[in-house]
């Protein structure tokens, strides 16, 4: 077993394409992925303002609008259709609207409207505008409220501006960053990709050079299932059990993500998640026949596999059969546990189901690999019989001439 697991160890740092995916991937990708968002939130979002009112309100409006960290007011526009083609050409992402009769219905106490345009097609910047303009339209209401209502003392103008207190506290993301809330489902995904990605590109260089002939038991290290299976896992475990805390507690370090782990949590959800990645790879690596197979393979399925584990789109809105593939993959549980562990502060026993269904998961994959595997060893007999039998008739022919 020894033997194969050096062997491994040694296809794995001679040959550039799995030591990249093993070593450089996780390492750098990781840093690539968490600097893109170390933000965490968009600041000075532009906007476009459409003012047709000219008033000492909409200008109050336009200045606290302008004030808030988030926004940005870029431009000044004559009419919609000016503004329409900034956003067209994404110089800005929304358009603040005041009609002509804005501070004219105030002052006649009727209802006036200001007109917010976003542009939907980011999240982020859609929220950033459309919030802003919500709390700016509120502290102008408050104002407004206050100065017709006559009150006495501050005591009756906090009541008549707010008569239902309340307090916002954003749990398990108080930043309210899509870093933290992003990362830690792409980290574990990244274990099990790369895992796939490094597994499956050395089982596709062994059949083009044609090394799956070491099978053949008459080679003494190789004679047994275990072993083999066994011998290789080792190798992926032993590179990943120092690679998993670099991606998991170093790198949110790094960035300054939210992380509530504890190492002994830690540490029992990801032994069962790299042995089912493990194994899940190897069984996969089986049905790779050229080094390019894996790549296409493992690329086409990473954003499928991210939305899958019901982090990035709620796992109610996702459709049963997908919920049942999805149950099919380490990254699913692994991921669902290790966000409720780093950002919830869950302990063990509140990720049970996910706990327990890594260990199923490794479970049933090392039976599949070691069931996979006996059968390339006995089509590896068959052929090396074959070999041998069209060696002796060559012989055979060879003495007779």
């Not at 596999?305 to 990035?312: E, M, N």
């Amino acid at each position: 077993m020894f033997y194969i697991w050096a062997k491994e160890m040694r296809q794995v740092f001679t040959d550039e394409g799995v030591l990249i995916f093993f070593i450089v991937v996780p390492i750098l990708y990781p840093l690539l992925y968490s600097w893109a968002y170390s933000n965490e939130v968009v600041r000075d979002v532009p906007v476009a303002v459409v003012d047709l009112s000219h008033s000492h309100k909409s200008r109050q409006f336009i200045r606290e609008f302008d004030a808030s960290p988030d926004t940005k007011v870029a431009y000044y526009c004559g009419s919609l259709d000016e503004a329409r083609a900034l956003v067209g050409k994404q110089v800005v992402h929304g358009v603040l609207y005041f009609p002509a009769d804005f501070q004219v219905k105030i002052n006649r106490m009727e209802q006036s409207h200001v007109s917010v345009f976003c542009d939907m097609s980011l999240m982020l910047t859609y929220k950033a505008i459309y919030q802003t303009a919500q709390a700016v339209a509120t502290d102008i209401n408050a104002k407004i409220q206050v100065a017709v209502s006559g009150n006495q003392t501050d005591r009756e103008d906090q009541i008549t501006t707010q008569p239902l207190a309340y307090e916002e506290v954003p749990i398990f993301n108080p930043t309210g960053g899509y870093g933290s809330f992003l990362i830690p489902a792409v980290l574990i995904l990244i274990i099990q990709q790369t895992l796939l990605l490094g597994i499956g590109l050395s089982a596709g260089t062994a059949r083009e050079s044609n090394r799956y002939k070491d099978l053949v038991p008459n080679l003494p290290h190789y004679q047994g299932v275990f072993r083999i299976v066994l011998g290789k896992s080792l190798a992926y475990i032993m590179l990943y059990a120092v690679i998993t805390p670099y991606l998991l507690l170093i790198v949110p370090h790094i960035f300054g993500f939210t992380t509530l782990l504890s190492g002994g949590s830690l540490l029992a959800l990801m032994v069962p998640y790299i042995l089912a990645c493990v194994f899940f790879g190897m069984m996969l690596s089986c049905v790779v026949r050229y080094r390019e197979n894996v790549l296409l393979l493992v690329v086409f399925t990473s954003v499928p596999f991210l939305f899958l584990t019901g982090l990035s789109w709620p796992q109610s809105s996702i459709p049963g059969v997908w919920q049942g593939i999805a149950s099919l993959l380490p990254s699913t549980f692994g991921a669902r546990g290790f966000v409720r562990l780093n950002t919830m502060g869950a302990t063990l026993a509140d990720i049970k189901l996910e706990y327990q269904a890594l260990w199923l998961q490794a479970a049933i994959y090392f039976i599949i690999t070691c069931a996979v595997y006996r059968f390339q060893i006995i089509i590896a007999q068959n052929h090396a019989k074959e070999e041998r039998e069209l060696a002796a008739k060559e012989a055979e022919i060879s003495t007779n001439t």
